[in-house]
Structures are given as structure tokens and as C-alpha cells.
């Protein structure tokens, strides 16, 4: 038997007949092509211009011998074309007992099931959508279907087409508690096309503006049961389709409508009524799959007009006063007057929140919670705003002294509305409006010199998970890295001509932290040919106010933005791992990107006279690697780091091999000079004046310790001497086979160096 609509619709055609080009097309192939696969039964046509054409056919489903869902080997199923092709083709079920699967569409009464064998939108799908791929699409629907394997667990649910042109966007603890009432509101008044829901203040359910949508939500219970097949076309269908899932709405709407009968509300009987369902969704075997779809019915009918429909309320025949009149003596429903009020259906999107954000951003990490940004610059601006629509953060806190100015918005992601404004409370407000989950502040101070903000500054940073330093600036970001607070730190900024951004990540547990990671990235500065002129690069310097230093530089905004969205991508990866992560990311003129992944290894700390010493275990490798190389001999060189001489502390981050006038035998070893100071200069100026000579590393041959000899102490007096001129103390790196020994010297009161 066929489906009884297929007998009322259009009139009957034989195939030769069909007019279509699409029609024609496809019936040409399964004449011509499709032996085997699919038999053409018959031809409809439809329309007031026979604007329609419905080919019917017999498909080989490709059913196991035992299908998840009760299929024939061969079923029947109409197409359904527009002769002008502007509708992607409609596949229809033509068997009236056709099996409850997943991907079927929504359909009306009385129409067969219509199956969901493509959901893309016909405009992309036109242009290359031939008749082998059609029937490919429908004999691997039926084949899926047969195996239980139609819905991915990893997609969203189906896409019923039914509910395009309404969109309803709910709060995600829209179903928590039982059954809830919510306020609607359009975000175009003028074309409601778009509704969100929101929790109702106190007062306002008990009165509500004429017009409002109160919408109830309900969750149906997981039970053995079907999921909707037919898309209400009103209220009495609505009231028996839920009837039949054990959903009494008449009862639901009964007990609003008497409540405020009660209190005399009469403003709510013109209330319009919406209805919000979670529907679970049930698998082949009839269990739940986990997963449930959410579907919204909006009426255009007033409160007043249902509960007189159900027979609670008479309208009164007043021309003033109060429309409806609560009845002593309900009536029967009346179902005519309830089969004419229209449902709307509307597709129900939850709201874009964190774990929304996470979700379509493809993250699985545990995203921190609270988040503390220094700067909110540029770069600041941009990465905060990727990472907040990646889900990061619910707390975020901004940082920043600076006001926004005109030159700014060249790559700020901040407006001309914002302009002479804080942009640390600017951007925490923009944060705002990506997110409804979302919180953010702003702390308008320079930390290093907070003033009466200093104790916001640090309660920020005492509270934080994560803090990302995007200040741009050396002197913040090794003062963040002192702070004592459990928060993992992140450092991100461009270099000085804008063609590369770097991030710099805390290790999980601190123990490599931005100032270690700084000094290493120097250290690739000064070793990797490709940052060769990483920092030496500087941009051109527009003015852009009177003053002599108001300069800033010429970098396009899309250069920014490629840069800043890398750095984001990979700060976010990032997070989710407990290593720490130092990576450079160059963008050449064609749009080519190079990237760099340093590696620090483990860093020896040693503390000594008063100052920290660190070394890294790669470079110690290189030293040892050194030596290996000039046994039997002695060899040595010159060290270079990283000073702070207010935190008293020196990062060595290279150690260069013997210049070539170097004397060198089993016992001794003289360092030369050929070329080393105008390599050193060299250094200092490729890193912009952070890196410096501070010491000289040498070896011992094999079978001897690493303890210094007299020449030793005497060259690290000589050190002593030299480098106490800049404030520092001379390191000396003694290298042999029991590894490295540290030796620090420094002169007190001009007695001596001490070591």
C-alpha cells in the first residue's frame, strides 16, 4: 500500500511526460544508468503553473538481514522536484507505516515522511547536484538506516527544515528545576524573526505587558517513546501530539490561567503563550542516546483566547473593562476554536556560552576560570577577544592605564564609540557581549606603579587561574613573573616591525616561568638564522600627535590579526598542557608563516653572594659538547645573559666556543680576542640592549675536578674587578667530566673577590 496522500495530490502523468529539467534528468538516469539500483512506478504533477513533479520509484536499500529499523528491501519513495529546480528535491516515504528514524524532516499532517538525505543549502548544493549523486544520497540513507548508523553521537541532532525562518535563543539552564516560565523578547521588534528567552525579574509574571511571549519549558521523560515526526500546524495538534508523549499542556495552560484568574491579572490574558520542549533522542534500540533536541512552538492566540478555548474563561461582551471573566462552571474544549490558532515552529538555539564557546571552538580542555590580562592594547585587544569566543575564562580582568585615542582603532578591535575612554574598561565590556556567561572588570592602573589600585591589583592576581601578560613591555613582564601568586602566566607580544608575534607559556607548576622563557627566546635570537633580525627589524614610525615620542608604527591591521589570531590558537592549546611553550611565529610579505618552538629543557638555579644564577640545561649540553670536542686540550670562551640588577640576577643564555687566537694545551688554556668584541656588540644590538657579556666559561681535561685552580681564583677576581664597574658580579662556568660547576665573583669594599 501506498501512502494516501499520494492518491489527493496532483494528478497522475505518466514518466515520459515530466517537464522539469531536473525531473527529466533524473528519470533519464535511472532508465539509462541505474539498472538494478532503483525502478521508476509512476509521475505526478501539482501547482497552479504544474509548477511540481513527483517521480515515483522502487530503491534497493542495501538493508543487513537484520536492519536496526523495519526496512523492505526495496522501498518505495517519491521525489519530489520544482520544474524550475529553485528547491533541492524532497524525498518522500511513501509507505504510510514507513519506521521512526533519525534524519527524517518535519512534515505537515497528512504528508508522507520526508527523509533527510542532504542538509545543505540548495544555493551550494545546485550548482554540482547531478542525478547520480541524488540517488547516491538516498541509497546510503537507507543503508545507514539499516545499520543503526544514521545519527553521528557527534553531530548536532537533525536538522528539521519545517522550523526555518523562527529562531528562539535559550538560556542554558533553561530546563533546570522542572517545568519554568520565561520571558521572549525580539531582538528586532520590527521582524521578530530572532527571540531570545530570559529569566522573569519577580514582578514581571505578575504583570505582563500585552503582547509578551511567556514561554513555558518542559522536558519530556526518556522514556520508550517516539520523538515528534509531524510538525503541529496548531494548537489542538500541539495539545495531541504531547498527549500522546505524556505531556498534558491543556492541564499546564490550566493551571497558569486559574492562577492568575486569581490574583485578577488581566493583563496576562494578553499574554501570547510559547512552549519550549527538550526532547530526548532515542536510539535504534530504544534507549536513550544521551543527546536530546530542543524545539520551540510559538502562538500568535493571547492567553485570554486559549483559556477561553479550553473553557475556563468567557470573554466579556463590555466594550471597557475586563476582556475575560474566569467561568465557576469550566465548559468543554473547544477544539475548532483551538485547530484555528497557528503554531509557529522555531528552531531553539541554546545560548553562546562557555561551554557552547569550547564546543564549537572543537576545545576539550579545562578551560581556566578566572583570567587577569595585563595590557589592553592591540594585541591585548585581539587575543582577548579570540580567546573569550573560544570559551576561555568566565572572570576576566583587564589591566591597563591607557585611554583609547584615534590612532589606536588602526588595530584595536575596540570602536570610535569608545574613543577617550579607559580601554581596560572598554574591552571588558566588548567581553561582555561575546558571552552570556561572561563577567569582566577593569583595573584603570599601571602595575607597576598602581597607586590607590594597588590592592585591587593584587586581590586580581591572588584570585586568578591564568594571567596573560600582553603589556608589550620587558619591565612588566619579568615584575609579573616575581609575583607570588599560584597563577600560570602567559606572555604575548609582536616583535618591534610587526612581522612575528611570540608567546611565552609558564610550565604548569612555575618551575620554567616567563623570566626563564624570556632569556631563552633570547637566546634564539642570537642562535637561530631565521630570528636573525627578528628584534633588529624595526617598523616605520608614524606621528600621530605634537609630541616628539608620540610615534607609533605602520603595521596593517590584517598582519595584526593574522599574528594575533596564531598566538591566541596556540596560547589555548597551550593551556591545556602542563610543559611550558615558547614559540615564534615569522609572517613573510607573500603571507607564508615560519614558526619557531624553542626549547628550554630544565633550568639549574643557583643562589650565591646575594644573586640567582640560572642555567639552562641545553646550554650546559652545548658546553660539555664543547669540550668533548677540544680534549685533550683545554678550550673556553665568553658567557652571555640576561642582567636585572634590581632583582639581582643573571640568566645565562649562551656560551660562545674559543675565538680563533685562543692558545689551548692539556693543562692550560689562554682565551683570545680576535673578534669578540665587536661580536658582543653585535649581540647586545640583535637583542635590543638585553643581553650582555658576564662572564667566561672554560674546561679541565679528563680525570679532574671541576673545583677552580689558583689561575681560576684569579681570573674570577679579575672578573670581579671588571663587571663590579656595571654593578655585577663575574660568572665563571668550569666544565669537566663530573658536569658544571657555577662560580660567582664579586668585590666587597674593594677587598677582594670572593667566590
Not at 386 to 410: C, K, M, S, V
Request: charged letters at 20%; a negative charge; proline letters at 6%.
Amino acid at each position: 500500500m501506498l501512502h494516501d496522500w499520494l492518491h489527493i495530490w496532483g494528478e497522475a502523468i505518466e514518466p515520459e511526460h515530466l517537464s522539469g529539467s531536473m525531473a527529466v534528468r533524473f528519470r533519464d538516469f535511472l532508465i539509462n544508468q541505474a539498472e538494478g539500483l532503483a525502478t521508476i512506478t509512476g509521475a505526478r504533477r501539482s501547482g497552479p503553473n504544474a509548477e511540481y513533479e513527483l517521480l515515483i520509484i522502487k530503491v534497493r536499500t542495501n538493508r543487513p538481514q537484520r536492519p536496526a529499523y523495519p526496512l523492505l528491501r526495496e522501498e518505495p519513495i517519491g521525489i519530489l522536484f520544482t520544474t524550475e529546480g529553485s528547491y533541492a528535491p524532497s524525498v518522500l516515504a511513501l509507505r504510510p507505516d514507513f519506521p521512526d528514524t533519525p534524519h527524517q524532516n518535519w512534515v505537515p499532517d497528512g504528508v508522507p515522511f520526508s527523509l533527510c538525505v542532504d542538509d545543505r543549502p540548495w544555493q551550494e548544493a545546485r550548482p554540482l547536484y547531478t542525478p547520480a549523486e541524488l540517488l547516491h544520497r538516498i541509497i546510503k540513507w537507507f543503508e545507514r538506516a539499516g545499520r543503526g548508523g544514521l545519527h553521528d553521537l557527534r553531530q548536532p541532532p537533525d536538522p528539521f527544515f519545517m522550523r526555518e525562518g523562527y529562531h528562539l535563543i535559550i538560556p542554558r539552564n533553561a530546563f533546570d528545576g522542572g517545568t519554568r516560565e520565561l520571558v521572549a523578547f525580539a531582538h528586532d521588534p520590527q521582524n521578530p524573526v530572532v527571540v531570545s528567552l530570559r529569566e522573569p525579574q519577580p514582578h514581571e509574571l505578575q504583570q505582563l505587558q500585552a503582547g509578551t511571549f511567556l514561554v513555558i519549558a518542559l522536558a519530556l521523560e526518556p522514556r520508550a517513546m517516539s520523538r515528534m515526526r509531524r510538525a503541529p500546524a496548531n494548537l489542538n495538534s500541539l495539545l495531541h501530539e504531547l498527549g500522546a508523549r505524556g505531556i498534558n499542556l491543556a492541564e499546564v495552560l490550566t493551571a497558569r490561567i486559574t492562577a492568575w484568574s486569581a490574583a485578577g491579572n488581566q493583563t496576562n490574558f494578553e499574554t501570547r503563550i510559547g512552549l519550549l520542549l527538550r526532547m530526548p533522542i532515542i536510539g535504534p534500540d530504544g534507549n536513550p542516546t544521551g543527546q536530546s533536541d530542543d524545539v520551540a512552538f510559538l502562538t500568535l492566540a493571547t492567553l485570554g483566547d486559549i483559556g477561553a478555548a479550553l473553557g475556563l474563561l468567557g470573554r466579556s461582551p463590555e466594550a471597557r473593562g475586563a476582556r475575560y471573566a474566569r467561568l465557576f462552571a469550566p465548559v468543554g474544549i473547544d477544539e475548532q476554536a483551538l485547530a484555528a490558532m497557528v503554531v509557529l515552529v522555531t528552531a531553539a538555539h541554546v545560548e553562546f556560552d562557555q561551554r557552547r564557546a569550547l564546543d564549537l571552538a572543537g576545545s576539550s580542555i579545562d578551560a581556566p576560570r578566572r583570567v587577569v590580562q595585563i595590557g589592553a592594547g592591540a594585541i591585548g585587544s585581539m587575543v582577548a577577544e579570540t580567546l573569550a569566543r573560544q570559551g576561555l575564562g568566565q572572570h576576566w580582568t583587564f589591566i591597563e592605564p591607557d585611554y583609547l585615542l584615534p590612532h589606536n582603532l588602526a588595530r584595536h578591535e575596540l570602536t570610535t564609540a569608545d574613543i577617550g575612554l579607559p580601554k581596560a574598561h572598554s574591552l571588558s565590556r566588548r567581553l561582555m557581549q561575546l558571552r552570556t556567561d561572561l563577567r569582566a572588570e577593569a583595573i584603570a592602573a599601571n602595575v607597576l606603579k598602581p597607586g590607590d589600585r594597588a590592592n585591587d591589583v593584587a586581590t586580581a592576581l591572588q584570585a586568578a587561574d591564568l594571567v596573560i601578560d600582553a603589556a608589550a613591555s620587558v619591565p612588566v613582564a619579568r615584575w609579573l613573573s616575581d609575583q607570588t601568586t599560584a597563577a600560570r602566566r602567559a606572555s604575548v607580544f609582536f616583535n618591534p616591525a610587526g612581522t612575528a608575534v611570540v608567546l611565552l607559556m609558564e610550565s604548569r607548576d612555575r618551575r620554567i616561568d616567563l623570566r626563564l622563557l624570556e632569556a631563552s627566546y633570547y637566546g634564539d635570537v642570537l642562535n637561530v638564522p631565521a630570528l636573525e633580525d627578528h628584534l633588529s627589524q624595526s617598523a616605520d614610525a608614524v606621528p600621530y600627535a605634537g609630541a616628539c615620542r608620540a610615534v607609533t608604527n605602520r603595521i596593517p591591521a590584517a598582519r595584526a590579526q593574522i599574528l594575533a589570531g596564531l598566538a591566541s590558537a596556540a596560547l589555548m592549546e597551550a593551556v591545556g598542557k602542563p610543559e611550558s611553550d615558547l614559540r615564534v611565529w615569522s609572517l613573510s610579505k607573500d603571507g607564508s608563516v615560519a614558526v619557531h618552538h624553542g626549547d628550554i629543557g630544565d633550568v639549574r638555579v643557583q643562589s650565591s653572594l646575594g644573586w640567582t644564577i640560572t642555567l639552562p640545561s641545553t646550554l650546559e649540553a652545548k658546553i660539555l659538547k664543547m669540550r668533548t670536542v677540544g680534549l685533550p686540550a683545554e678550550t673556553g670562551g665568553v658567557l652571555l645573559g640576561v642582567v636585572d640588577l634590581v632583582a639581582a640576577r643573571i640568566d645565562i643564555i649562551d656560551a660562545w666556543p674559543a675565538p680563533p687566537d685562543s692558545s689551548a694545551s692539556e693543562t692550560e688554556f689562554k682565551r683570545g680576542t680576535k673578534g669578540l668584541r665587536q661580536g658582543v656588540e653585535a649581540a647586545i644590538a640583535q637583542t635590543l640592549d638585553q643581553v650582555r657579556y658576564v662572564g667566561e666559561w672554560h674546561s679541565h681535561p679528563r680525570r679532574t675536578r671541576t673545583d677552580p685552580s689558583g689561575k681560576d681564583l684569579l681570573q674570577l677576581g679579575w672578573l670581579a674587578a671588571t663587571l663590579s664597574m656595571d654593578g655585577c658580579p663575574g660568572v665563571m662556568l668550569i666544565a669537566g667530566d663530573t658536569g658544571i660547576r657555577i662560580c660567582l665573583g664579586a668585590t666587597l669594599d674593594d677587598e677582594g673577590a670572593n667566590t
